[in-house]
């Protein structure tokens, strides 16, 4: 009943999100147990980036969420770092804790892209919790109505993960450029370096994809129905 030929071009784009997952793991670790010449821990170079930009009211905290639990508090403005990023002096650990330094950055200049990712995450939360009980209401109830207003709130949660992209990706880009310019890694670390931000950025590219593919059999279903 809910089978839809879309679903193949869903599950090639399941399988890239996964494959990304363990790219990003599996580079994650390998540039983990390379020393950067700098010997400089990820909370270090956070900390130096922040101070540098004009930034030294954005807090650099440990995360007590486990690996790879690094990210941005916007509402604290607080870097918060995993404990091997944090501690660690590795290619992997620059890498990470300046990626997230660049999400402080964007939000300290007000960067569009963020600016409209925060806009929609209201929406794009509502639209994930209720889309799918309205969307299975609406099939078994044959409501096309009910199917509609769930095509439209997934299109919200869809249009956060459209816009989380270019915000992670340049978040990445200016991760690199602070590592180089303020010469926390030499030029040989810097093939590292963008082996572990663009395995991030790959599983962001997935993860989109599936979303949009999702609303598209979606939308082509409701078509049909009506």
Do not use: C
Not at 22 to 36: D, E, H, L, P, Y
Not at 53 to 70: A, I, M, R, Y
Not at 100 to 114: C, F, K, P, R, W
């Amino acid at each position: 009943m809910f089978f839809h030929p879309m679903d193949f071009l869903i599950i090639i784009a399941l399988g890239l999100a996964m494959w990304a997952q363990s790219k990003v793991q599996g580079n994650f670790r390998q540039w983990a147990s390379v020393q950067a010449a700098s010997r400089m821990t990820g909370a270090q170079a956070a900390r130096y980036i922040l101070d540098q930009e004009g930034l030294s009211q954005v807090k650099v905290e440990f995360s007590k969420n486990g690996t790879l639990s690094d990210h941005y508090d916007p509402s604290a403005k607080t870097v918060r770092l995993s404990d091997q990023v944090y501690q660690g002096t590795s290619i992997s650990s620059l890498a990470v804790a300046a990626h997230e330094v660049g999400h402080a950055i964007q939000d300290s200049t007000n960067y569009s892209m963020l600016v409209l990712r925060h806009r929609l995450f209201p929406l794009a939360n509502i639209g994930s919790q209720f889309a799918p009980f309205l969307f299975l209401g609406g099939f078994l109830l044959g409501l096309t109505n009910l199917i509609g207003i769930g095509i439209a709130l997934f299109a919200g949660a869809v249009l956060f993960q459209v816009a989380t992209l270019p915000v992670e990706i340049d978040a990445s880009r200016r991760a690199k450029n602070k590592l180089l310019e303020f010469g926390m890694i030499n030029n040989n670390e810097e093939k590292g370096i963008g082996k572990v931000l663009n395995a991030a950025a790959l599983t962001y590219v997935a993860s989109t994809l599936m979303a949009v593919l999702q609303l598209i059999k979606f939308i082509m279903i409701f078509r049909n129905r009506r």
